[in-house]
Nanobody
Framework: QVQLVESGGGLAQPGGSLRLSCAAS????????MGWYRRAPGKQRELVAV???????NYADSVKGRFTISRDNAKNTVYLKMNSLKPEDTAVYYC??????????WGQGTQVTVSS
């Protein structure tokens, strides 16, 4: 059993920054692939960023150069640092942990709102 707890969402101004955190606990090892999805009203779910256990990362084109995903394996925690925020970044952000090819664990989501 794995639990994911997200934090760090909130309201930011355009051009501002936020850092999201996702702490995993339970029957896991520190090398599971983890990442972030987001879902905005009226838009398709988007994979934002992924980080493998060894540290390799991938980003959606829409956030490249602005967002940084990182992890602390000792804490089983993944972070998403979001800089130069835009109103288009407004969404619910979901952390996930890849258990196997058939199953991912998901957090409950944290709201990010970017508005003047």
């Amino acid at each position: 059993q794995v639990q994911l707890v997200e934090s760090g969402g909130g309201l930011a101004q355009p051009g501002g920054s936020l850092r999201l955190s996702c702490a995993a606990s339970g029957s896991i090892v520190s090398t599971n692939t983890m990442g972030w999805y987001r879902r905005a009203p009226g838009k398709q779910r988007e994979l934002v960023a992924v980080i493998a256990g060894g540290g390799d990362t991938n980003y959606a084109d829409s956030v490249k150069g602005r967002f940084t995903i990182s992890r602390d394996n000792a804490k089983n925690t993944v972070y998403l640092k979001m800089n130069s925020l835009k109103p288009e970044d407004t969404a619910v952000y979901y952390c996930y942990l890849q258990w196997n090819w058939n199953f991912d664990y998901w957090g409950q989501g944290t709201q990010v709102t970017v508005s003047s």
